[in-house]
């Protein structure tokens, strides 16, 4: 009887508190409650919507590499990925598969809107660096082709302006003699051969800055 007493004492301050609290542990229990079953379903959606995406990346790729190909399909299945999957990597992939098939069959203005939508999903700091600096450089290449200097010049620039790959450095130096900035072409074109390990692209910067010039 004195054991029951003791261990009735001993939780009464824990009784005291929870009652006193009781609101307030019933709010916060909702809370967790609340957010574990929103990360449950989050992840849930998220499997899901993986899923529907690889599925038509799947389709997509798959008209891609077809000898007679289908454009009106292969559009209408880029398009079902991006307005329903666009924060995917498979999203991103289709994108940049798309838009070198428009560069290669020569619809460089189909190419361009596909690395522009590409460069603007992965665009800012979450975003996928890697692609994003892909189609840049080939949205600034068919710029180039284009004669259209100033566009292509500010596609690469954030990348120019700082050390990056020996590749970005050459270009950039190709589209400033366009410009006929030659100094400034100098400058990149060095900075590319300091960049490159091989000799055959080193010999490449070596005879466009004697071409220059100076």
Same mark, same amino acid.
């Given at each position: 009887?004195?054991?029951v007493?003791?261990n009735d004492?001993?939780?009464?301050?824990?009784?005291?508190f929870?009652?006193?609290?009781?609101?307030?542990?019933?709010?916060?229990?909702?809370?967790?409650?609340i957010?574990v079953?929103?990360?449950?379903?989050?992840?849930?959606?998220?499997?899901?919507?993986?899923?529907?995406?690889?599925k038509?990346?799947k389709d997509?790729?798959?008209?891609?590499?077809?000898?007679?190909q &289908?454009?009106?399909k292969?559009?209408?299945?880029?398009?079902?990925?991006?307005?329903?999957?666009? %924060? /995917?990597?498979?999203?991103?992939?289709?994108?940049?598969? %798309?838009?070198?098939?428009?560069?290669s069959?020569?619809?460089?203005?189909? $190419?361009? %809107?596909?690395?522009?939508d590409?460069i603007s999903? /992965?665009?800012?700091?979450?975003?996928?660096?890697i692609?994003?600096k892909?189609?840049?450089?080939? $949205?600034?290449?068919?710029h180039?082709?284009?004669q259209?200097?100033?566009?292509a010049?500010?596609?690469i620039?954030?990348?120019?302006?700082?050390?990056?790959? $020996?590749?970005?450095?050459?270009?950039?130096?190709?589209?400033?003699?366009?410009k &006929? %900035?030659?100094?400034?072409?100098?400058?990149?074109?060095?900075?590319?051969?300091?960049?490159?390990? &091989?000799?055959?692209?080193? /010999?490449i910067?070596?005879?466009?800055?004697a071409?220059?010039?100076?």
């Amino acid at each position: 009887m004195n054991n029951v007493y003791e261990n009735d004492i001993r939780f009464l301050p824990l009784l005291k508190f929870l009652d006193k609290h009781k609101k307030l542990i019933i709010f916060i229990s909702s809370i967790i409650l609340i957010l574990v079953s929103y990360f449950v379903i989050s992840n849930q959606i998220s499997k899901q919507n993986h899923e529907n995406a690889a599925k038509i990346y799947k389709d997509l790729l798959i008209e891609i590499e077809l000898d007679d190909q &289908d454009l009106e399909k292969i559009n209408s299945l880029l398009e079902n990925l991006l307005i329903d999957y666009g %924060k /995917t990597g498979y999203a991103q992939v289709a994108l940049l598969k %798309k838009a070198s098939l428009d560069a290669s069959n020569k619809n460089f203005s189909s $190419a361009l %809107k596909n690395y522009y939508d590409l460069i603007s999903i /992965t665009d800012g700091f979450n975003g996928n660096k890697i692609f994003n600096k892909l189609a840049r450089v080939n $949205a600034a290449r068919i710029h180039i082709s284009n004669q259209e200097y100033d566009k292509a010049l500010k596609l690469i620039e954030n990348y120019s302006s700082s050390s990056t790959n $020996a590749y970005i450095h050459e270009l950039t130096g190709d589209i400033l003699v366009k410009k &006929d %900035k030659i100094e400034l072409a100098l400058a990149q074109y060095e900075l590319a051969s300091d960049k490159y390990s &091989d000799e055959a692209s080193k /010999t490449i910067i070596s005879m466009k800055i004697a071409n220059l010039g100076i």
